[in-house]
């Protein structure tokens, strides 16, 4: 069975790990995410996860060959995936290619969730993370069920102290300059498709669904 995957691309702040869970709950597509990767990586103290730690105490990038690294362990894993946050430019995607092609997997769609840099503004000004699970919620489009207490620990939501707005409009900006290339990369190649991601999260995954669905 040929491995297929889904690349969702979208600034901070758009949605992409909301949808990339629904994706992976509703139709199956595992969510690699490489934020989740490293962090999971260095946790556990594998050669790789030893190896991003250096670079990330050093306040360096992790290369992306290491990043690269992580994806293929990942998608041996799986026959159906949605990468979210991977990859973050060019170079990342030609080196994306390479790795699926010798996987015998296919990208099926790259979609971009295309959002207002003032409303990515407002929704990270409203985010809160539970100090205990880890669990994100957003106080406007996904609130925990009471007021501001985590549902699954029960303790209080906190802040991250990169979300104020001075910081969100800076990532924004790094942004724009790094993946307008990589939108520009994948649109020449005829498989970029957008999503207003201005709405609810339910009929921005509708619209996806209806993507992947769509005969081609």
Do not use: W
């Amino acid at each position: 069975m040929e491995r297929v995957g889904i690349v969702l691309l979208g600034p901070p702040g758009s949605g992409k790990g909301t949808q990339a869970k629904k994706l992976e709950k509703e139709l199956g597509y595992k969510q690699i995410s490489t934020g989740d990767l490293l962090r999971e990586a260095v946790r556990e103290g594998s050669p790789i996860g030893k190896m991003a730690e250096k670079y990330m105490k050093e306040g360096a990038l992790v290369p992306d060959e290491v990043i690269v690294k992580l994806v293929e362990e990942a998608l041996l894993q799986t026959q159906k995936f949605t990468l979210d946050g991977f990859p973050r430019n060019t170079n990342q995607a030609k080196m994306l290619e390479g790795l699926l092609e010798s996987k015998g997997a296919v990208l099926q769609h790259v979609i971009l969730l295309v959002v207002a840099d003032d409303e990515i503004v407002k929704r990270l000004l409203a985010r809160r993370v539970c100090p205990v699970c880890g669990r994100v919620y957003n106080l406007i489009t996904s609130p925990p069920k009471n007021d501001t207490i985590c549902d699954d620990c029960g303790v209080e939501l906190v802040k991250r102290q990169d979300d104020n707005e001075v910081t969100i409009r800076n990532r924004l900006k790094v942004y724009r300059e790094e993946t307008a290339p990589l939108i520009n990369y994948y649109r020449s190649k005829g498989i970029l498709k957008e999503v207003d991601a201005s709405r609810q999260p339910e009929a921005i995954f509708s619209d996806i669904v209806e993507i992947i669905s769509a005969k081609k």
